[in-house]
């Protein structure tokens, strides 16, 4: 099998890179299904405190392969639906991942694309990111990504985007909430790299009350708590 996810851990972080860089890493069956692996064997790993999800190339992730979706245009309701779960459930199990995870968004991110980067706790874009939610394009609807954009850049703007499948760049991603952060494409690495800092600084586990006992009483004795070290 071609591997299709690259996974590199170090330090409590685990870098998941989509590699399929010869299509801006559409999503595919078995990429699905590799991706999902990969993030369901990870939300296992209790050394994992967070995820960045990257793509390879020149885009995060451009949707939906299209090949795949001719082939589902001859689909009954029922195959239909049989062929979206996968993605449905890629996507439940990246936005209930109990490690902070970090989208790292470059290059055009249409469709499926989209769906990842808002299933993010966290996602950092470059100027150069452009987005579309094209699917009405193609006579479909953003059903199984509906949940995660709608709760990013709330109801009344998703109305507009999901009819009127128009292409926004990444300040107007940033403005509707769906980029937290826009950054030029070179400075893209140095700003994950101060983001994972901060992020080390605070509890994996916070609110647990072993975490509790020890960030208080790091705090009190003027000293860093043990997970920043």
Not at 132 to 144: D, F, H, Q
Request: aromatic residues 4%; hydrophobic residues 45%.
């Amino acid at each position: 099998m071609t591997d299709l996810v690259r996974i590199e851990r170090d330090q409590g972080v685990a870098r998941v890179t989509l590699n399929r860089p010869e299509l801006n890493n559409a999503l595919n069956a078995e990429l699905i299904t590799q991706l999902h692996a990969a993030l369901e064997g990870i939300a296992k790993d209790a050394s994992i405190a967070t995820v960045v999800l990257a793509g390879e190339g020149k885009s995060l992730c451009a949707g939906a392969d299209i090949n795949e979706m001719r082939k589902a245009g001859d689909y009954s309701r029922e195959d239909n639906i049989k062929h979206a779960l996968p993605l449905a459930r890629l996507l439940a199990t990246l936005d209930r991942m109990p490690q902070t995870t970090v989208g790292r968004a470059q290059g055009p991110i249409y469709g499926g694309g989209i769906g990842v980067v808002a299933a993010c706790d966290i996602a950092i874009g470059t100027t150069e990111a452009t987005f579309c939610l094209s699917e009405t394009r193609l006579g479909i609807v953003p059903a199984m990504i509906s949940p995660y954009v709608v709760r990013a850049i709330g109801e009344r703007t998703a109305r507009r985007y999901f009819q009127t499948a128009e292409v926004f760049d990444a300040h107007e991603a940033h403005r509707i909430g769906l980029l937290h952060e826009v950054v030029a494409a070179d400075a893209l690495d140095e700003r994950l790299a101060k983001m994972l800092r901060q992020l080390k600084s605070a509890a994996p586990g916070a609110r647990a009350k072993p975490e509790a006992r020890e960030g208080l009483s790091a705090f009190l004795e003027k000293r860093k708590p043990a997970w920043s070290n």
